[in-house]
């Protein structure tokens, strides 16, 4: 039995036999405490809301079906039927929205599949971006390594814009599944984020032991793109630690400025994994687009890494001021196939900083409801995370 | 509304006492939120559907009300954001170890005080697996996530207690 192994059986033998503490409560005076609290009559919001809880829950949830189908996943803590009433009085932050919003981005689209809005992630079934948030939505961005430690893999987090933003930096490892997906530790668990977005800037409070030098620079250089990754896309590009931080090389630090880098995306999926994840792969800042497409058809097997474009397509690319023109010619692929080399050029166009896509000459000019007659908006976010 | 509370003391108040203890780790605390804890059961009890079983619904309840206490907590925190050490002291384990935990041995004693390290969600599946001895079904049930959730936070739980626990024996393996 290896080391780790067995420490963690002795921790498990150590946590089977806590004592029992001494409850110094007298059941009768518990019950007196109780019954007078219950007996009070309810302030007002509190019981309207209890009162209707059920019903307020139902009307909610069918309206975002009818209008609003990001909010579906918009819910940090979705709560089957039988709990929601109650949840609705326990906690401020669940909404009502429809159970159906506990599963998994990728597989969110199989029970909810809207018509309606045609670039929304949930009617995209195979995607691997999210077009935009609903009106009472917003996106919270993270990120994580994959498992090799090799590539970053930001992720979007569509939440309710009525509780606080920061609050999901450190949960967003809790709506992640990394053994099964096969990606590194979530390394922001433990971390409180203030966010100053008027000064750009972003006040991490980290964890006395934290330290991202473990195998050396590697991991130090994973540490600042995953907070570029999270913290960029809200024009965030400054953070300051509450207490300074090892950076091994670069010396110690208090705070951090965010350097944006160019990046293709290519597709990551470990093969046991049930989903793939668009990574992003650093390319040279002075890299052409059609230098970048090029580069998006290699494979890196050993990184359990794929090119998400056809090795045989050709392309042409032209550029018109924040519009990017892809031209294909020998292009060909199923529907999935097709769907995630869209999705992968639309986040390379952000990456380098283009606002829209024009694609021509695809086998289709809608492919899984990407309406290829105009100009595709590049995505707000990318790798949906929904959350349980 | 008595018989039900007697009812859910009679059958799950120590089980319910010792979870709320362990995650909030503070005696007046966990008074306060049993109290809760009791009043949101007979508030309900009358909307409760029996999809659960009854032990599950109240460690439902339970969860929710200190992971909300954790959340204010924490909002107290972020808000004395440049004071963080001195609110920080309030969230740290303070607290002297109960004395029925300073009397076992020392990795349970240990393992006692890093559960703090955990994420309020981990601490909650190592309480409800491993000192409640659920199932890992019925911890799924009561914090409403998947099975393959449990298990994972569960062994992200565990791997921080045993980097914890391993730090402390390697500083205590340097002072010898």
Redesign the interface.
Known sequence: MNRFKYNEDKIKESLKHMPKIKDDLDKDHLYQRISSEVNQPEKSHTKKRFAFAPVMSAVIAAAVLLLLVPLFINDTMVQDNSDRSLDQALDKTISNESSDAGEEAGSSTESNGEAGETVLMTDKSDSHVIQETGDNDMMIHGAVADLQGQYIIPLSLVVSDSVEKEQFYGEIGDHLDEEAWGLSDYMFSDVDVQLDVSNQQAQIDLPEDFSPVKNGSLEVSLFEDLLAAMFLPIQVDHVIFSRPVNLGQIGTVKELPLQPTKNIYKHYQVPESERGFLVQVPIDDQAGFETALSEMKRDEEEFNVSGTIPESADFSVQENGSQLQVDFTNISGDGEILTTMIDAILMTAKSFGYEDVLFSNLPDDNINSYDLSAPVRVPEGVNPITPE | ??AV?EKF?ENY??DL??FV??MVKD?ETC?DL??EV???V???YH?F?G??SEKTWLF??AR??T??YF?KQ??K??AG?FD?REHGELIKDQNPL?E??T??NE??S???RYLD?C?P?QKSV??L???Q?FTIQETADIL???V??V???Q??G??K??T????EQQEGGDAE
């Open positions: 509304m008595e509370f003391y108040h120590n006492y010792q203890f362990y005696k008074e049993v109290q009791y009043i949101k007979l508030k309900s909307s559907k999809e659960s439902s309840i929710h009300i992971i909300d959340r924490k909002r925190r972020i954001f963080w109960p029925e935990i009397v076992q990795m349970i240990n393992v006692y390290k994420t969600e190592l309480i697996r491993y000192i001895s409403n996530v998947s393959s959730k298990k994972t936070t062994h992200r565990l791997k207690l045993q914890y626990i391993h730090s």
